[in-house]
T-cell receptor
Framework: DTGVSQDPRHKITKRGQNVTFRCDPI?????LYWYRQTLGQGPEFLTY????????KSRLLSDRFSAERPKGSFSTLEIQRTEQGDSAMYLC????????????????FGPGTRLTVL | GNSVTQMEGPVTLSEEAFLTINCTYT??????LFWYVQYPGEGLQLLLK?????DKGSNKGFEATYRKETTSFHLEKGSVQVSDSAVYFC?????????FGAGTTVTVRA
């Protein structure tokens, strides 16, 4: 088990550029989540996938943001026309399929991608 | 909606001191409650959890009890070590997504 991985770990870009982040969940985890964490705050939910289906998007996810999870494996988060306010740590988490009487499954977090928009 | 309020930091303690970080929540239904820890340069790790009222979560000497009557989930440790220096986040899970507090930075001095 290699854990959740994210790439890149750091990204510096100029305002107006597009960026794309990748998340590889723990294998066989069917649920995948994206969160955003700004300095001095806790993570905030952005979006959630169950397999390849995107089931919820937060109001924080403006039209400039898009997330995909083709084939229900890795996921990408793209930000178009970046703004300085997009500077944050973008966290990905995954959790396994709920089975039997288990109603809770721990979310395992990746190390995050730190985005700086100049 | 769901929300979490936790004690503001930073908190600075001497080794072997008692640590408590207050956490209260607002939620509909019966959420699960968590404490996550973020060590310097590392990702979020689950420290402990409680899934129903009166449950006590514990791990690495840390404890927290799910108090429904006071909507609280305070984190405690009787004797901290320098290695406990980190940012601690209280969180709740209603359906599937986590709602986090702002985090409390704890620094333990030798």
């Amino acid at each position: 088990d290699t854990g959740v991985s994210q790439d890149p770990r750091h990204k510096i870009t100029k305002r107006g550029q597009n960026v794309t982040f990748r998340c590889d969940p723990i294998s066989e985890h069917n649920r995948l989540y994206w969160y955003r964490q700004t300095l001095g705050q806790g993570p905030e939910f952005l979006t959630y996938f169950q397999n390849e289906a995107q089931l919820e998007k937060s109001r924080l996810l403006s039209d400039r943001f898009s997330a995909e999870r083709p084939k229900g494996s890795f996921s990408t988060l793209e930000i178009q026309r970046t703004e300085q306010g997009d500077s944050a740590m973008y966290l990905c988490a995954s959790s396994p399929r709920t089975s039997g009487s288990v109603v809770y499954n721990e979310q395992f977090f990746g190390p995050g991608t730190r985005l700086t928009v100049l | 909606g769901n929300s979490v309020t936790q004690m503001e930091g930073p908190v600075t303690l001497s080794e072997e001191a008692f640590l408590t970080i207050n956490c209260t929540y607002t939620a509909t239904g019966y959420p699960s409650l968590f404490w996550y820890v973020q060590y310097p340069g590392e990702g979020l790790q689950l420290l402990l959890k409680a899934t129903k009222a009166d449950d006590k979560g514990s791990n690495k000497g840390f404890e927290a009890t799910y108090r429904k009557e006071t909507t609280s989930f305070h984190l405690e440790k009787g004797s901290v070590q320098v290695s406990d220096s980190a940012v601690y986040f209280c969180a709740l899970r209603g359906d599937y997504k986590l709602s986090f507090g702002a985090g409390t930075t704890v620094t333990v001095r030798a």
